[in-house]
């Protein structure tokens, strides 16, 4: 089946440096969709980020990141962290044409230090 | 207005016993779903609902069953409880759009816990 995975369970970065979360993927699929969801605490899960086109660079609140199907990865970038981006943030990938939801990988903590 | 909302936010329920969980979404979204999130796991899909047609995962078939009386709820209901079933559920919906993968809208959980 479908799998997602994040290498690190907690990343701890300082304010004002960058930080960027691993996640790769395996699917038999090609017709794929890849996302960022990122949960702050006592809320709900957002979308950050989506794509589904190889090499190309998505970006939202800071955040990019870029699909490499060669690499089969999906890595979450920001350059310069605030005390606001610490959050849970999953990678998740879903197939199209079918409404069956979301393949997540376990999440990365990140906590930013002043 | 993005909201999925659930109900309650924490549950406490006895071992044996039936527990129903809420969910409600006013997005007129096709398709709501339950995942299940245990500590140090990813959050697995239980089932999913698109329109009036239930999906449920093969490897939780027997454990929970769910209901959809109209487009706005969905409930996840667990017939005797036991242990194992403490975790976060966390309930989402989406508009299938054809070829468009879903972006799925959450709602902030409810914490069930078994004693």
């Known amino acids: 089946g479908d799998s997602v995975t994040q290498t690190e369970g907690l990343v701890t970065v300082t304010e004002g440096l960058p930080v960027m979360l691993n996640c790769t993927y395996q699917?038999?699929?090609?017709?794929?969709?890849f996302f960022w969801y990122v949960q702050y605490l006592n809320e709900a899960p957002k979308l950050l980020l989506r794509s589904s086109t190889d090499n190309k660079r998505t970006e939202h609140q800071g955040f990019h990141a870029t699909l490499h199907k060669s690499s089969s990865s999906f890595h979450l970038q920001k350059s310069s962290v605030q005390l606001s981006d610490s959050a849970l943030y999953y990678c998740a990938l879903s197939l199209y044409n079918y409404a069956q939801g979301l393949t997540f990988g376990l999440g990365t903590r990140v906590s930013v230090f002043p | 207005d993005t909201t999925v909302k659930q109900n309650p936010r924490y549950k406490l329920a006895r071992v044996g016993k039936p527990v129903n969980l809420i969910c409600s979404q006013t997005m007129n979204h096709d398709t709501m779903y339950w995942y299940q999130k245990k500590p140090n796991q990813a959050p697995k899909l239980l089932l999913f609902y698109y329109d009036k047609i239930l999906n449920r995962e093969a490897d939780t078939f027997e454990k929970f069953q769910s209901s959809r009386p109209n487009n706005s709820f969905c409930s996840l209901y667990i017939g005797s409880a036991g242990l194992e079933y403490s975790a976060m559920y966390l309930c989402a919906s989406s508009r299938l759009g054809g070829r468009f993968a879903e972006t799925l809208y959450f709602g902030s959980g409810t914490r069930l816990t078994v004693l």
């Open positions: 699917t038999a699929y090609s017709d794929v969709a």
